[in-house]
């Protein structure tokens, strides 16, 4: 591959290097932060020699170029362009700030809410579970004794992070305002007080109490904020502004003191009397207005939204949903937003799926497949990105299947008994009308196949002149390679099912043939024997080429390259022969998750087409003697 040619064309179809605000790399991506997006030919790029994929994200255009290559285009790209490398913390930032107001606060929403999600998934699928067995006990399909400690522990779980979900929302919030996480839990905490009254019981109750403020100027009632988002937001934002601005001015001896004792005051204060009544208001009204839509006759409403959604997804606006459905959860007990959601997804996958059985180019077919297989799960990227807006009409039968579904569900007044996660698995949450999630899914999986395999057809593919010598050489190079080879697993652990993977590119086995596994200890290990291609600066990745051919890549971690080399230490160099067991990188495991990563460690076969025969592990337990994969060519 001429890596100079390919850096060449990728810098003319982005529009040139005027048209660059960043460039940076991680281990698989080129992530750039362009200027104009209208001067990117992304359509192009996906054909340029190397390239394994383009999709938007973050601000960011994220071109896949895969391990031992993405460093050396990247090389040539900034050499070409005569621009200065930006880290991957640097071009984030440059993204975040060419977006608009609006995209800010999305993305502000995705900070908040994804780091609770799994808290929230817990409890509400463990809710969807309780009520699926209290159903079928007063029906007669099963008796439970509802005395056991099981039962009545279950029971109590079920509900415990809807109970404190301020709490939670603030300590994040707190986050990512750059606030005093602990201080916002306290805000959280104000706003749940059992002094107040539960929220829940003001409409069968009343209002028992009310109190007078700003020294009888108004009363407002005494009554908490469970079930309520955007006060809470707004409160701890309160909390970071007065935080800073006293950390600036109170003398050095004081601030321990003075600082936290007066955010709190002063922010609680203003919350219980102003911030919390205005936007709870607020709040109720954009409740509403999106329960009038999804409610419109003949459910044209979520009709309108199904078809809409997979195209928030492109724009990043699908962050701010999870706050609809807490708010609907509050408000109604079920969510009518999740199952619209999952009739979305679905739909996406459906149609990548599509388009992998009836194209017969094995590059579409090795993306579209596994790509297909995560929208099922709920992570729609690969297939979107990766599959359906590369080729257009698959997007366009993805979200008619998403609008019939989400009609279907509309029609027949599905709702969710939690949120979280789509798909497949997000019948646990309507286990109170598993039916007709069965029936939404079967909608929208099947009118987005046959739309999309009926329009879906291969690119006449471009007549090429003959590479004699090229493939001369490649036929040379391979002479005295090994048909087969035996790979063993970089590190002891537990080897996970890769679609349960947090990151969409290696869950979706984009870059190839991928082993997960959660390790034990820190220490990464050659697998085979082999040379290595390339280890990073960071030490999070390093790349081998071995005996037989293959092109393994070790990635410890999700997105740990942005720790910048800290918790890893290097033992090999670029270039080094290296043998099975021997030492490669020394991770430190809880460096990686106190900076919030989780540490899974991914071994990719990144030329897995070069190879006939590719089996991998089952999940389970493995130690570095253990067999991983399997291939031959």
């Known amino acids: 591959m001429d890596y100079r040619k390919t850096a060449q064309e990728i810098l003319g179809y982005v529009g040139g290097s005027k048209n660059i605000v960043s460039a940076a ?12 997006n209208s001067k990117a030919d992304k359509e192009a790029i996906e054909n340029v020699d190397g390239v394994k994929g383009v999709f938007e994200a973050s601000g960011q255009l994220q071109i896949i170029l895969g391990t031992g290559t993405v460093n050396k285009v990247f090389d040539e790209f900034i050499a070409i362009a005569g621009i200065t490398a930006s880290t991957k913390a640097e071009a984030k930032e440059a993204a975040a700030e060419k977006q608009n107001w609006f995209m800010k606060a999305i993305k502000l929403l995705g900070d908040i809410f994804v780091p609770i999600i799994p808290a929230i998934v817990a409890s509400g699928f463990l809710m969807g579970i309780m009520n699926a067995l209290d159903f079928m006990n007063a029906n007669g399909f099963l008796a439970i004794d509802t005395s056991s400690s099981i039962y009545v522990f279950a029971n109590l779980f079920s509900n415990i992070a809807y109970t404190f979900l301020q709490i939670l929302i603030a300590f994040s919030a707190a986050k990512a305002f750059g606030a005093n996480q602990y201080l916002g839990a306290v805000i959280g905490m104000i706003m749940i007080h059992p002094s107040l009254q539960n929220a829940y019981t003001v409409a069968t109750e009343g209002v028992q109490q009310t109190q007078s403020v700003f020294f009888g100027l108004y009363h407002i009632d005494m ?3 469970q079930g309520h988002v955007i006060p809470i937001i707004i409160a701890v934002w309160i909390l970071s502004v007065l935080e800073k601005k006293l950390h600036k001015v109170v003398p050095a001896a004081l601030d321990l003191f003075v600082t936290p004792l007066v955010s709190v005051f002063v922010t609680g204060y203003l919350t219980l009397s102003i911030v919390g009544p205005i936007f709870v208001w607020g709040e109720n009204a954009i409740l509403g207005a999106i329960q009038w839509m999804l409610t419109l006759p003949l459910g044209l409403g979520s009709l309108i939204m199904g ?18 459905d807490i708010g609907q959860l509050a408000k109604y007990g079920v969510t009518y937003w999740l199952p619209l959601a999952s009739a979305a997804n679905v739909a996406q996958g459906a149609a990548a799926l599509a388009v992998g059985v009836k194209s017969k180019d094995q590059k579409i077919k090795s993306l579209a497949l596994p790509s297909s297989l995560s929208a099922f799960m709920g992570i729609t990227e690969p297939a979107i990105f990766g599959v359906n807006l590369r080729f257009f009409k698959p997007f366009i039968a ?17 709702g969710a008994k939690g949120t979280g996660v789509t798909g497949i698995f997000g019948i646990l949450l309507c286990l109170n009308q598993p039916l007709q999630y069965i029936i939404e899914m079967a909608i929208s999986v099947g009118v987005a196949f ?16 003959a590479a004699t010598e090229t493939t001369v050489e490649k036929i040379e190079e391979t002479a005295n390679v090994v048909e087969a080879e035996e790979i063993t697993s970089p590190v002891n652990g537990n080897v996970v099912a890769t679609a349960e993977v947090a990151d969409e590119t290696f869950a979706s086995e984009m870059l190839g043939t991928t082993v997960a596994v959660e390790p034990t200890d820190g220490k990464i290990v050659a697998p085979c024997d082999g040379e290595v291609m390339n280890i990073f600066d960071t030490g999070h990745a390093v790349c081998i080429a071995t005996e037989a051919g293959a092109e393994l890549l070790i990635h410890i971690g999700i997105d740990t390259v942005s720790m910048d080399g800290k918790g890893f230490v290097k033992k090999v160099a670029d270039g080094a022969k290296v043998r099975k067991g021997d030492v490669l990188i020394e991770a430190d495991l809880d460096a990686i998750k106190a900076a919030g990563h989780p540490a899974t460690t991914m071994m990719i076969l990144t030329n897995a087409d070069d190879f006939s025969k590719v089996e991998k592990t089952a999940a389970g337990t493995v130690t570095t003697a253990d067999l991983a994969m399997k291939i031959e060519k």
């Open 25 to 36: 790399h991680c281990a698989t991506r080129l992530r750039l932060v362009i200027a104009d």
């Open 223 to 225: 009554v908490g904020y």
């Open 307 to 324: 078809g809409l959604y997979a195209p928030t997804v492109v724009t990043g606006i699908h962050q701010m949903y999870t706050a609809i």
């Open 398 to 414: 993805g979200c008619i299947g998403g609008g019939c579904g989400a009609l279907y569900a509309s029609l027949v007044h599905l």
């Open 450 to 465: 046959v739309i999309s395999f009926m329009i879906y057809k291969d690119k006449e593919p471009a007549v090429k002149t």
